[in-house]
């Protein structure tokens, strides 16, 4: 028998190509041990094969990545150009009434444009009456409480600042801590109840907060602008026949701009307001979250055909959320064309998630001929962190 020899540099060549890919493959199976029993992974690459996987079909509490689903909704529902309206009605007794539809970005500089807009067609305004018939009031979300933090603030019809309020206190007296919005005198209770130099008060649905303060702060840019307002602040719907459409406000924001900025943020409100938004386009006004949830729900199982995924409400916020890493994997694949939306790092385009004791990340990491692998981390251990697992994550998948 003939002896055959190939020389080392032969094998090299034979088997080089297979040598990265076994090193990011030990490397892989080093992260999968990072994963513990109550916590998931799943990556694939571009064309869907599974790279790691571990309790991939384990339903787990999502946090904030769950908005990357509720975006989905939204724009497949709305559409990535639409554009979310506010309404404003004139009577013959100079009455003004304002409709709300649900627009998320209705912040004071928005509004000063708006009345600006207004100033050569009105005058003045007798009584400013304020319509949130759009969406059902109040509008409860599971897992928002009470409290003065941004992320609990509520969801309604017509909002404006996300409905919080920064002050801070100097000489011992209470102003605005932002320039372009007043203090109003209908909030310094609030305020000075806080006991706090500096902050911010979350307003709330009570004795309709929210819509008061809304119509308040029109009044405020009104004035600015020049228009005389000698009425009152009151809560009221467009009686066709009788008011007259004198000017629609459509948003500078698309819904893809809205989403890419709630995923840099993690808004919880935007983010409900855009599922209301979704469910009463599709099932009719007035928007309530049931309505956004079927929508949601629907979606998940006519269009990316999962039946195991489990929504409360949109943002993540709710601990009764579930979704599978597999299900969110499939997720990221439709979220595919926007993942430009996301926030990035280098290669990784990504969103995180956090509730006390949940830590998740999910999203795309770009290889170097822009093909795109997908990435999810649920870790529902507590004092585990899936920024830690990524990091390492996409260590191990440097040589890709």
């Known amino acids: 028998m003939r002896k055959i020899l190939i020389s080392t540099a032969v094998v090299l060549l034979l088997i080089g190509p297979s040598l990265p890919y076994c090193t990011a493959g030990s490397r892989l199976e080093a992260v999968k041990k990072m994963i513990g029993r109550q916590d998931a992974i799943l990556v694939t690459d571009p064309d869907g094969r599974v790279l790691i996987s571990k309790n991939e079909n384990r339903p787990l509490i999502p946090a904030s990545i769950l908005k990357i689903f509720t ?3 939204a724009l497949h529902i709305l559409g990535p150009d639409f554009r979310f309206e506010t309404e404003f009605y004139c009577d013959d007794d100079n009455n003004l009434t304002i409709k709300g539809y649900g627009d998320p970005g209705l912040v004071s500089e928005v509004l000063m444009e708006i009345a600006l807009t207004l100033e050569p067609k009105l005058s003045s ?8 018939s759009y969406f059902a009031q109040p509008l409860e979300i599971p897992g928002i409480s009470s409290s003065s933090e941004p992320y609990d603030a509520p969801n309604g019809a017509l909002c404006v600042n996300f409905n919080t309020v920064f002050f801070k206190k100097e000489n011992g007296t209470y102003i605005s801590a932002e320039p372009q919005t007043p203090l109003l005198p209908m909030v310094l209770v ?3 109840s806080s006991n706090l130099n500096e902050g911010r008060i979350v307003l709330s649905h009570n004795e309709n907060e929210i819509t008061l303060y809304s119509g308040y702060l029109f009044e405020d840019f009104l004035r600015q602008a020049g228009v005389t307002v000698m009425g009152k602040v009151a809560i009221g719907t467009v009686r066709p026949g009788r008011d007259h459409l004198i000017y629609r406000h459509r ?5 893809s701009d809205t ?3 709630l995923l840099t943020f993690s808004n919880n409100y935007t983010t409900n307001q855009i599922l209301i938004a979704a469910g009463a386009r599709r099932y009719g006004p007035p928007g309530t979250l049931e309505k956004g949830v079927q929508a949601a729900r629907d979606y998940a199982r006519n269009i990316l055909q999962l039946d195991d995924i489990r929504i409360s409400e949109g943002s993540g916020i709710s601990r009764e959320n579930r979704i599978t890493a597999r299900d969110m994997q499939k997720v990221l694949d439709a979220f595919a064309p926007y993942h430009t939306l996301m926030r990035s790092d280098g290669r990784q385009f990504y969103k995180t998630g956090t509730l006390r004791g949940i830590s998740t990340r999910a ?16 870790v529902n251990s507590p004092g585990r962190s899936a920024e830690h697992v990524t990091r390492h994550l996409i260590r191990s998948m440097e040589s890709f």
């Open 251 to 255: 948003s500078p924001l698309t819904l």
């Open 71 to 73: 975006a989905l909704v």
């Open 190 to 192: 609030r305020v000075r």
């Open 363 to 378: 999203g795309s990491i770009e290889r170097s001929d822009g093909s795109l692998d997908r990435f999810v981390v649920l």
């Open 259 to 261: 989403i890419a900025r």
């Open 125 to 132: 305004v007798n009584d400013i009456i304020l319509d949130t």
